[in-house]
DNA sequence: GTCTATACTACGATAGAC
DNA sequence: GTCTATCGTAGTATAGAC
């Protein structure tokens, strides 16, 4: 699939490059094809940024959808299905965070983050809003002494743990001296993770 | 100062538009000069975008410094002192990441920790170096029970939950429902950080 | 030190062949 | 649907005036 390829093309480039720094040209030609294609198929340099938004909304739903939206149903039971919900969901996250596959997404996403613009808004509602109401309706049920606005915090809060694996990576490297994060360290980190979360979760209000 | 006001630019503009998206021509106009004092000064647009990188470390150690080494000179005298110094410490960070001041040099370290280049070594030996050993030795000392390994990824995940609050703030404002972070959200998010750090540090070993 | 002028390259958009 | 060719604009670098 022609537009197929020139969507992960330009999604690396995108997330490398910036909106402004990456050009159809150089992505039209590592996707094979030529730099008319993009207008053909997208109408243009923006065209192609905001399909690229939409693709990686749908790639995240396709990894995480059904995970958060079993997570969610079972963690209505009890507080302790709720805890296990956000542990699961977080762990999720954090092995998306970790994936290599997952990589340039999330360069593309922290751009949007920093300047949001129409594309972030295609991101959000089709990716993130369900992942964080999710996660806001079990931390609420976990800690149910929390006000709503604490709860929220709280879901922010936990997700930075995660999210600190994919922004905060070439840091985390130099922490720990390592040149990349193997199977090993990732299960190292997804554990302190878990620990975190758990501690943070369980804690009853005195 | 001219060189200053040229650097300040340049971390904006290669924050916003990563360096092959920032022009230097609009830099130099933004700053009120001709494009050729870039090259006088610093070389040309690498030249410049090094400097931007020694700039922020230099701030950073500037805003940072001085509450780094009294936490973790203080944090040595007794577990309770380190606990407090991670919290000082971690309460530093999450003011920098809230801080609008910030906001560039924070974009422009993003980019690099996504493609370190020489800049992000820069930045790491510059201003990341010290706060992150300070905060893994104050965090050994905190949970003595924790293997060096799992002390540094405790360190890694409590800098996440601060780095969320710049690294994802269009998804921290569309969660909290507000257009931006204003004190009082800052001040309960603050307080919540505090609160997870608290219960992640002062956790006994069973 | 800071400016203008210029050389050269690469950009996005578009028209038109096939 | 995909290509080549071309247009106007904007990029960096550099030389030289002041």
Redesign the interface.
């Known amino acids: 699939m022609l537009s197929e390829k020139l969507l992960n093309t330009a999604i690396d480039h995108f ?8 050009s159809t040209r150089a992505i039209a030609k590592a996707s094979g094809t030529a730099m008319s294609s993009i207008t053909y198929h997208f109408g243009g340099k923006e065209g192609l940024y905001l399909a690229a938004a939409d693709h990686i909304a749908a790639c995240i739903t396709a990894l995480q959808g059904e995970r958060v939206a079993a997570a969610r149903a079972a963690g209505r039971a009890s507080r302790d299905a709720a805890i296990q919900g956000v542990l699961g969901v977080l762990d999720g996250f954090a092995l998306m965070m970790l994936s290599a596959e997952a990589a340039p997404w ?2 593309f996403i ?1 751009r ?5 613009t129409e594309a ?1 808004d295609r991101l ?1 509602n089709g990716a ?2 369900t992942l ?1 109401e999710a996660m ?1 309706e079990l931390v609420s049920r976990a800690r149910p002494d929390l006000p709503e ?2 709860a ?6 936990l ?7 994919r ?6 490297c ?3 001296a390592v040149e990349r994060i193997d199977d090993s360290i990732a299960a ?2 997804r554990a ?2 878990r620990a ?1 979360a758990l ?2 979760l369980s ?1 009853t209000p005195q």
């Open positions: 997330g490398r490059f910036g909106f402004e720094g990456a999330a360069r922290t949007e983050q920093q300047y949001p972030f959000y993130m809003r964080s806001i606005a604490e929220k915090a709280t879901t922010i809060l997700f930075g743990q995660a999210l600190v694996l922004a905060g990576r070439a840091s985390v130099r922490v720990l190292l980190l302190r993770l975190n501690c943070i804690e």
